[in-house]
């Protein structure tokens, strides 16, 4: 078995105080996400609607699961009754069936704007002006049942630190905008989901709140 608490507790040891970890255990066996659990690790991410479903079913109630990939809309309708934050949320058709679901279930249900920095055309999520458009457009402000709480972004995968840095500093300058302009009295608009394995210790001096680290904590993903 890989060495998971003792890669979790190196984990959270680089993590500067206030920013949070999320687990990411996709592709990763239960006994592995057990093995932080035990460790203290309530936050996981995963981003398999069925992989995720079948782990509800088996491992404690308490912890608190993030969908962080790409999720299509007729997904939704599985996942609302438990998810405890959808992080990549990447248009506005998908923000109304995460209303429409959470209320069905009667939750309310936290969500991640998606923004689109990175240089790599197969990323998913929202330009900058996209994101302005739905922000202005308002719509969101009549949803009961999502609430947005921030942003997540993935840094392009590239070696070059200079250019990863400046990704997720434009992430955190369009945070001050858009929290200035639409949420400077909501508490709750208050994460910026970036860093993973490779780039979190870029990320956290760059505003992250919330890293999503999967291999550093459960080694190599066997897909
Ligand atoms: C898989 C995944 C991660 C974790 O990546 P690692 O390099 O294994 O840390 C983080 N964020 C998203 C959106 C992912 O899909």
């Known amino acids: ?26 592709f990763h066996p239960e006994e592995y996400i057990m093995a932080a659990y035990e ?19 088996t491992l404690p109630s308490d912890i608190e699961w993030h ?16 998810i405890s934050m959808i992080e990549a949320v990447d ?15 009667n939750r309310m249900v936290r969500v991640l704007l998606e923004l689109h920095i990175a240089e790599e055309a197969t990323k998913y999520g929202l330009t ?16 009961t049942h999502v609430q947005i709480c921030g942003l997540m972004m993935m840094a392009s995968n590239i070696d070059d630190e200079a250019q990863i840095a400046q990704e997720f500093q434009t992430a955190a300058d369009f945070f001050d905008e858009v929290k200035q302009q639409y949420f400077s009295h909501d508490d709750a608009f208050c994460e910026r989901s970036w860093g993973m394995s490779d ?13 999503r680290i999967g291999t550093t904590i459960f080694g190599p993903r066997i897909y």
Not at 44 to 49: A, L, M, N, Y
Not at 199 to 211: C, E, P
């Open 1 to 26: 078995m890989y060495p998971v608490k003792e890669k979790l507790y190196e984990v959270l040891h680089n993590l500067p105080q206030g920013v949070r970890l999320v687990a990411i255990s996709k």
């Open 128 to 143: 900058l002006d996209a994101c302005r458009q739905l922000l202005a457009d308002g719509e969101w402000r009549q949803m």
């Open 39 to 57: 460790e203290g690790q309530r936050v996981f991410g995963e981003s398999h609607e069925q992989e995720l479903a079948r782990k509800v079913q």
């Open 67 to 82: 969908f962080i990939g790409h999720l299509q809309t007729n997904k939704v309708k599985y996942i609302a009754p438990y």
């Open 199 to 211: 780039d979190y210790h870029i990320a956290v001096r760059h505003g992250s709140t919330m890293v």
């Open 91 to 105: 248009s506005l058709k998908l923000l109304r069936e995460i209303e429409k679901q959470a209320a069905k279930a």
